[in-house]
């Protein structure tokens, strides 16, 4: 039971720290912050639903899809590397997630930003294949971390005047750039990580 728990902490750690709940809610304070309360409603579910279905479809059919289009793991690894490098970095500047085009309707915004690119995005997207690439043990537990990070994203969007007034603008950026470190220290394993095993088979 302590080997499966250690896993879990594994595979929930990074995909909190990528999908990061409190970079996402400043942007969606920001963006809604002057439509309707229905409409908000609206977007929040549309962001949640769509986005955890996106990354769930990727947990459980990512590796057929590499294998049908040829893409080794350690390729994923390097290029998911450095998209989540890239994104550490911006978090780390900007002390918020990077940024999405602008100009969706009001109406549209549940699915576009927030559920794709900014729940599940390419640095998401990815880890979700690397992690759940362990076998079924490891799809189970990225599924039960995927419900988990979801629902406290739910929770999040549903309080997030409240929990903004009470954090501080100041507190939830600095949060991010702390994020954002650990995100950098993350490409940069899964670099290792793959150069390790394309060292070994040479």
Do not use: C, W
Not at 43 to 66: Q, R
Not at 83 to 106: F, N, T, Y
């Amino acid at each position: 039971m302590s080997s499966f728990i250690l896993e879990f902490i594994k595979v929930f750690i990074p995909l909190f720290v990528v999908i990061d709940p409190f970079g996402v809610l400043v942007v969606f304070i920001s963006m809604t912050s002057s439509v309707s309360t229905e409409m908000r409603k609206t977007i929040v579910n549309d962001a949640v639903s769509y986005g955890f279905l996106i990354l769930l479809l990727f947990t459980v059919a990512g590796s057929y899809v590499l294998y049908i289009l040829g893409i080794s793991i350690q390729a994923l690894e390097i290029a998911g590397g450095t998209i989540l490098l890239i994104m550490g970095i911006q978090m780390v500047r900007e002390g918020d997630r990077p940024k999405s085009a602008g100009g969706s309707m009001e109406h549209d915004l549940g699915i576009v930003p927030f559920a794709t690119p900014l729940l599940a995005g390419p640095g998401s997207i990815s880890l979700v294949i690397i992690l759940s690439s362990g076998g079924l043990t490891y799809v189970l537990i990225t599924v039960i971390s995927l419900v988990i990070l979801f629902f406290i994203t739910y929770i999040g969007f549903l309080f997030a005047d409240r929990i903004f007034l009470l954090m501080g603008e100041k507190n939830l950026k600095a949060l991010t750039r702390i994020f954002g470190i650990l995100v950098a220290a993350f490409a940069v394993q899964y670099f290792l990580d793959a150069i390790k095993v394309i060292s070994s088979s040479i």
